[in-house]
């Protein structure tokens, strides 16, 4: 299946140091951007990615020798794409799947593997699928989804019921045309709103009675 | 009462620019450490603060014009001190509640209520609470800590049944000694474990029936 991992966009790198290792794309910030501003800019210029539904800051990576020479602090960011995007890439670029990443440049597998359990623990109490998802999908496609990110079978059943009672998953009406094996044409979701919410709400505290 | 608001650790600027706002503690990465290491060596010289419970990276700040002059970017950082530390700090330095900032330097305002808002979710999804409460305490006491941070009355039976369920409150056995009310003593608890931890696990998304 397609989308049976996550995967990660890396470029190789055409000068040294590091020559030839996958790197993640980025670049110097300009004395006129801020750090999100700089990481938009420099994914659109150099990966053609325009189609990120959610971008976050991760963590700032500052050991003094994480790159050899002059001293770069990075800010490291966690960009999401749903999974039916497939953008152009230039040649030198290519999706990699997390399980069997190649020798990166630097520290990049450790901001990676970072990305990636920031991810996991967001899905499990905010809504961040929206970001993974396609506009409308089948219980089971999105079933597949959520067990490449978390790396473990999810069952259909609880991640429907967990997201309807988090009010984040909506119906539209539409089903999805018969697969091969035929059966009863399985109902459509869509995520209900765009932006990354807690959906484990902070009413859990509130008194008894108390509306949300 | 006393610690019925959240307070945080401000000194006041002794030079320009901004001389006399005040300002949260900090200062230069050094070319040795990286930045958890700066912020710790930071506190421990400036103010004091060595019995941080936890502390965690928040945001990076870096808007182009946020402080005169030469270029700064900020890595924030979120430190969390229990309730019942009070911890001997300098004379141009003092805890202000959230409610009634004084006139900050720079984005500080901005970093402080970004702080906030991190914690209250935390508090949320986490057993963040281990870090702002005493070693033992009463329910009751507990409920007026996650009310001061959460900034609305929790109801201290949903406190502590949420907390339960989550498996972070440990009975110690202990009782507190009786209040001018007189009536039974209230049993004391502590948390369960040091550092912070999703509480809302990964589990929910898994298939009936499998071991957490």
Same mark, same amino acid.
């Given at each position: 299946?397609?989308?049976?991992?996550?995967?990660?966009?890396?470029?190789?790198?055409?000068?040294?140091?590091?020559?030839?290792?996958?790197?993640?794309? @980025? %670049?110097?910030?300009?004395?006129?951007?801020?750090?999100?501003?700089?990481?938009?800019?420099?994914?659109?210029?150099?990966?053609?990615?325009?189609?990120?539904?959610?971008?976050?800051?991760?963590?700032?990576?500052?050991?003094?020798?994480? *790159?050899? @020479?002059?001293?770069? *602090?990075? !800010?490291?960011?966690?960009?999401?794409?749903?999974?039916?995007?497939?953008?152009?890439?230039?040649?030198?670029?290519?999706?990699?799947?997390?399980?069997?990443?190649?020798? !990166?440049?630097?520290?990049?597998?450790?901001?990676?593997?970072?990305?990636?359990?920031?991810?996991?623990?967001?899905?499990?109490? #905010?809504?961040? %699928?929206?970001?993974?998802?396609?506009?409308?999908?089948?219980?089971? &496609?999105?079933?597949?989804?959520?067990?490449? &990110?978390?790396?473990?079978?999810?069952?259909? #059943?609880?991640?429907?019921?967990?997201?309807?009672?988090?009010?984040?998953? +909506?119906? #539209?009406?539409?089903?999805?045309?018969? @697969?091969?094996?035929?059966?009863?044409?399985?109902?459509?979701?869509?995520?209900? %709103?765009? @932006?990354?919410? *807690? +959906?484990?709400?902070?009413? *859990?505290?509130?008194?008894?009675?108390?509306?949300?």
């Amino acid at each position: 299946m397609r989308y049976a991992t996550l995967r990660v966009l890396l470029w190789r790198r055409a000068l040294d140091p590091h020559l030839g290792r996958w790197s993640l794309p @980025g %670049g110097r910030l300009r004395p006129d951007e801020d750090v999100e501003t700089s990481i938009r800019r420099q994914l659109a210029e150099k990966v053609d990615i325009r189609q990120l539904k959610h971008v976050e800051q991760l963590a700032v990576f500052s050991a003094p020798d994480r *790159v050899p @020479g002059p001293r770069v *602090v990075a !800010t490291a960011f966690l960009g999401l794409v749903p999974s039916d995007v497939d953008p152009e890439v230039p040649e030198d670029t290519e999706w990699h799947e997390l399980d069997t990443l190649p020798r !990166t440049a630097f520290d990049h597998q450790a901001i990676v593997l970072r990305a990636r359990d920031r991810l996991r623990s967001k899905l499990c109490y #905010t809504n961040a %699928g929206f970001a993974l998802a396609p506009a409308e999908f089948t219980i089971s &496609a999105l079933r597949e989804l959520y067990s490449a &990110a978390l790396g473990y079978k999810v069952s259909a #059943t609880n991640l429907q019921r967990v997201l309807a009672r988090r009010g984040v998953l +909506t119906p #539209t009406g539409h089903t999805a045309s018969p @697969g091969r094996s035929g059966g009863r044409p399985a109902a459509l979701f869509s995520f209900a %709103g765009d @932006g990354m919410q *807690v +959906t484990d709400p902070f009413a *859990v505290f509130r008194p008894p009675g108390e509306a949300r």
